[in-house]
């Protein structure tokens, strides 16, 4: 079996192109994501973008191998039927294919093993150009790391052909003998299966996701977005005869002939759309969210960046707030979190913050007591040591507020403090900050830092659907090279043919960017309602300008390689294909 | 061996009552009408007629490749009506070969691998001199290392059938073989065909419509409509033509 799957790689490398260029990037990515991860534990935001990398990563690879199996399946259909033909049995076909994506894997590994230590550096100046990381940090090469990257190149070629190969096993031997092998139903019953429950999946984490505290929505609905995705994707030839329709003409015909091969060049495009959509308007609603909450919450005329208080007339209240570093235990866990808490005055802060606790009182907090969010009122609370007792439960916050306040009668105050005042009307303070610009500043800091991390990804994600994209479109126009040449030989000249795929395959992409924009749709509805439950406003944001340049470039390189692949495939007269069949 | 035993049964297939239909109910077609036809061992059966008289269909059959709707099936002495896949892959491999009109070579393999591909599957080694012997005896002998696509229909459809010699199955099924091919080349294939009926005692089980084609066999069953109409014991090219004249008139 592996000598045929050597012989089949050699002469069919095209089909298995796209599926090693993912593999090498795959395992690439996983790698130097691990590399640098293990290197930076200690730095929070570059931990959540490599984990994010590691996880699309590793996803899109699967998904991708995964599609672009199925569609060679459905090329080699006559292959496989002649197999059991000649006595090959249904084991012999899974085995077939499993020792391609064996090979898949070995050459994915041996190749990604070198570019992922490119990659490395890279990403380790990235971190450090978007202030992730300091300008010391560099990353260290571990040992390890080559099991778990062949592990990775393995697994996901194995788990990406593992489903393929349990439809291949089912070809009859009887399509050896058909002209068109295709006519195989493409909505499976383990398609149908899978779609349903991604869906269905989809749809759970969504309502989860809407009652979930502000840490759990985010995870959630970015999960939620790739099973929408992914369920989407898995039902698209639903949904592709249905707009075919609307493309009327040869064009809407060929859309519902050749379902599968339209889902299978529409299923990249919409997980990109899902995904930065769903990504980036999560992360943009939620900073939105956290605009609007500080501007509810804070009722001061000024900030200043410091805790020394100009002598200034004028002044009503002064509220100095330091962030303090502390160690915090659960009652009756022995292990502590490292936490980040504010040491305010009590009565000061009351007047300079409009968000009341949900239970208790701050006028409480004073001595051995600690104000908490999420942690029920009387609970004894081991903070650096000292027990103390939460005497007031904050409310939840979409992203700005503080976790834990500590009064300043009980904790020494030493690190970066700011100092929020209120002042008579028409008062200036020279050195502090208007509110407005404060909170807009705010914003901003957080924005930047998200829109690092979502470009890193969408960069990651749109690559990744670059090459299924391409891969998908080269496939699908070798398939119809006979097509093309009957449709000239019945009277259409070559441009009008190039006219027709193109036409078809901008159709098929905007199939893709509709499906894609629904499952993020879901998300975005999921996210909104969570943050609206806790500020009380429903801010969803859309990132248009993400959205304009993923829809550009996605009918632009879907009609460059629609146009080159069918001009590549009527460059020879077309009754020397007629004639030359297979 | 098993092979010997086989060859001493009276008939290789037998079908008995067989009938196929395909389509719904509002669009039924029945493409075999109640054929019962035994394939005697040992000889070549061509069945003849003109297009959509079910003769693919009465192939695909009596090899096992689809269901019939009512009726049996038996293939060397197997009731292989409701045969399970396992069993039928078995049955591909041991008892039956195949060489179709449109060649059906593996095209990533060479002419070698792809003779020694059933035998492969099967578990079985089969030395290269053999295969050697046996492209060499197709005249092949040069071509070894080729492609299927660096090689002509004919050359193609030689290595189809070096593959049936180098299986011997118990039944060799074959479909429209110079469908495909120039005279010349259909000429070279009949005679190979018709060396393995005469010196290795080959049951062959042949379906064509070229009269030519079918003089070669020793015996020509005609079917029409999906049912058997005429038979004839080694008739000449033109008797054979002028009876499927008179069946398509």
Known sequence: MFALSLSTFRERWQLFLGAIVTVVLGVALVQSSLLVLVSGTSYVEAVTLLAMTLGIAAFLAIFIVGSTFAFTIAQRRRDLALLRLVGGSRGQVRRLLLSEALLLGVIGTALGVPLGLVVMRVQAWLLRDLGFVPATFAARWQDWILGVSAGIGLGVSLLGVLAASRRAARVRPLEALRDTGNAARVMTGGRWFFGLLFLAGSIALVTVSRFAGMDGAVPLSINATITAAVALSLLAPLVVPVLGRFAGGLVGANLRDGVRRSASTAAPLLVLVALVLGLSGTLSTMSEAGHRELQQDLAGDFVLASADVPRVPGILVASTETAVRTSLADPGEDEADDEEALVVDADAYQQVHRRAPVAGSLRDLHGTTVAAAGVPLGVMLAIDGVARRVVAVLPESVNAGPAYLLPRDSRPAIGPARTILRVEPGVTVPEAQPADEWIANQSSKQDSTNSGIMTVLMGLAGLYSLIAVINAVVIAAAERRGEFAVARVTGMTRAEVVRMALLESWAVAAIGLVLGAAAAAGTLFGIASAVSRISGSTPVSVPWQALVVVVAGAFAVVGLTSVCTSLSATRRAPVTLIAARE | ?249
């Not at chain 2, 691998?113 to 046996?134: E, T």
Request: proline letters at 3%.
């Open chain 2, 1 to 249: 061996m098993t092979n010997a035993i086989q060859r001493d049964l009276a008939t290789a297939v037998e079908l008995r009552a067989v009938t196929r239909e395909y389509g719904s109910k509002q669009a039924r077609v029945r493409a075999l009408d109640g054929v019962s036809l035994a394939f005697p061992a040992g000889s070549w059966t061509a069945v003849m007629g003109p297009s959509g008289s079910g003769k693919s269909t009465l192939l695909h059959c009596a090899a096992g490749l689809e269901r019939c709707t009512s009726g049996q099936v038996f293939l060397a002495g197997r009731d292989i009506t409701n045969a399970a896949d396992a069993e039928l892959t078995t049955l591909r491999r041991r008892e039956v070969g195949f060489v179709f009109q449109s060649f059906n070579l593996v095209g990533s393999l060479t002419a070698e691998q792809n003779v020694a591909l059933p035998l492969k599957l099967a578990g079985h080694r089969m030395s290269k001199k053999d295969i050697r012997a046996v492209l060499a005896s197709v005249g092949l002998g040069d071509r070894l290392r080729h492609r299927p696509r660096e090689l002509s229909g004919g050359q193609q459809q030689r290595v189809a059938v070096a593959r049936a010699m180098a299986l011997r199955p118990a039944v060799l099924f074959v479909d429209e073989p110079t469908g495909a091919l120039d005279s010349t080349s259909a000429r070279t294939v009949l005679g190979l065909l018709r060396g393995m009926a005469d010196t290795a005692g080959q049951t062959i089980v042949m379906v064509t419509h070229d009269p030519a084609a079918a003089a070669c066999a020793d015996t020509v069953v005609f079917l029409s409509d999906g049912r058997i109409v005429d038979r004839a014991q080694r008739p000449t090219a033109r008797e054979v033509a002028d009876r499927l004249a008179a069946l398509e008139g």
